[in-house]
C-alpha cells in the first residue's frame, strides 16, 4: 500500500511555468486577449466559409479550428462539454512563454498566408496580439542600467571571489 502511495505523489504535476514572473494582472489580460481572440477567429472564419474559392473556404475552417483551441487553452471552462479540456489546460499552463507565444502566432498566420484579405487579417489580429503579450511576457521585466550594473558588478566579484578559492585550494 505504502509503495502505490509513493508513486501517485511523485506523479504530481508540475507548477505552472508561467509564474515566471507574470503579474496577475498581465496574466489574466493574456486570457482575455485569447478568448476575444477566438471570438474574432470564429466569427471572421464564419464569414470567410462563405464563398466558393477553396483556399478563402480552407482558411476559414483554420480560424474556426484555432477558436476553438484558443478557448480550449485559456478558457476551459467555455468548453466543459469537451472530456479532455482540463488536462490540455494543464498542459498549456505548463508551457513556458515564448511556446505559447510561438503556437499562437503561428496559428494566426496560417489562415493569413491561405487567403490573404481583410477578413483574415483583422480575423486573427486579436489571436496574433494574444501570442505577441505572451512573448512580451518572456522577454521579461526592463530593468534601469544602474540595476544592471550593479548585478553585473556582483556577479564579476562572486566569479573572482570563485577563482581565487579555486587557486588557494589548488596550492
Do not use: H
Not at 38 to 54: E, N, R, V
Request: hydrophobic content about 50%; proline content about 4%; glycine content about 8%.
Amino acid at each position: 500500500m505504502s509503495g502505490s502511495g509513493a508513486a501517485g505523489a511523485s506523479a504530481s504535476p508540475a507548477p505552472p511555468a508561467q509564474e515566471e514572473g507574470m503579474t496577475w494582472w498581465y496574466r489574466w489580460l493574456c486570457r482575455l486577449s485569447g478568448v476575444l481572440g477566438a471570438i474574432s477567429c470564429a466569427i471572421s472564419g464564419l464569414f470567410s466559409c462563405i464563398t466558393i474559392y477553396p483556399l478563402k473556404i480552407a482558411a476559414g475552417v483554420w480560424m474556426i479550428m484555432n477558436a476553438f483551441v484558443l478557448l480550449l487553452c485559456e478558457a476551459p471552462f467555455c468548453c466543459q462539454f469537451v472530456e479532455f479540456a482540463n488536462t490540455v489546460a494543464e498542459r498549456v499552463d505548463r508551457l513556458r512563454s515564448w511556446q505559447k507565444a510561438l503556437f499562437y502566432c503561428g496559428m494566426a498566420v496560417v489562415p493569413i498566408i491561405m487567403s490573404l484579405s481583410l477578413t483574415t487579417l483583422l480575423g486573427n489580429a486579436i489571436a496574433f496580439a494574444t501570442g505577441v503579450l505572451y512573448g512580451l511576457s518572456a522577454l521579461g521585466k526592463k530593468g534601469d542600467a544602474i540595476s544592471y550594473a550593479r548585478i553585473q558588478q556582483q556577479r564579476q566579484q562572486a566569479d573572482e571571489e570563485k577563482l581565487a578559492e579555486t587557486l588557494e585550494g589548488e596550492l
